[in-house]
């Protein structure tokens, strides 16, 4: 198994050397989402800590949107028409909700999107084992942050 280059978690990998653009297929960011290998690269200088931002993205887009990000570092040099399908690092924290009002806002729709039925149960994704991994869904570093809010 190979690790997800946002959160750290095992997933599936896939590198495509003809589009220099790496796969990944991580439950812990919420499914699948390509980045541009220098994107890859960069995520730790750009974002530190702040990583889960990147997976709190993910987990939006794929749950909400139905969007599995292409992520670029910064896509203001590409083809126009690809602009509206990728999404760059400063896309990234533009989205990041600023305010735990926010926060629990977003918490709300997420758990609304995953109610197929209102009054039914709601499965929400959790590790306990390892405190370490961002918690996407909701929008936290780690899982005692999540708790919190
Ligand atoms: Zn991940």
């Known amino acids: 198994m ?3 280059v946002v959160c750290g978690s ?3 990998f896939k590198s495509n050397p003809a589009t220099d653009i790496f796969e990944f297929n991580c439950g812990n960011c919420g499914g699948k989402f390509k980045i541009f290998d220098r994107a890859a690269d960069r995520i730790k200088d750009v974002f530190g800590e702040d990583r889960y931002k990147i997976s709190s993205f ?3 887009m794929i749950l909400r949107n139905d969007i599995n990000p292409l992520i670029f570092e910064d ?3 590409i083809d126009k028409a690809l602009k509206d399908i990728t999404y760059d690092f400063s896309d990234i924290k533009d989205n990041f909700p600023k ?3 926010d926060i629990l806002d977003r918490i709300l729709l997420n758990i609304y999107k995953k109610t197929p039925v209102p009054g039914d149960n709601v499965k929400i994704p959790y590790d306990r084992s390892n405190d370490s991994k961002p918690y996407p869904f909701f929008y ?3 899982t005692r942050e999540a708790f919190f809010i």
């Open 2 to 4: 190979d690790k997800c």
């Open 10 to 12: 095992e997933c599936e």
């Open 58 to 60: 993910i987990n939006e």
């Open 75 to 77: 896509k203001s040099n």
């Open 99 to 101: 305010t735990v009002t």
């Open 140 to 142: 936290s570093k780690y």
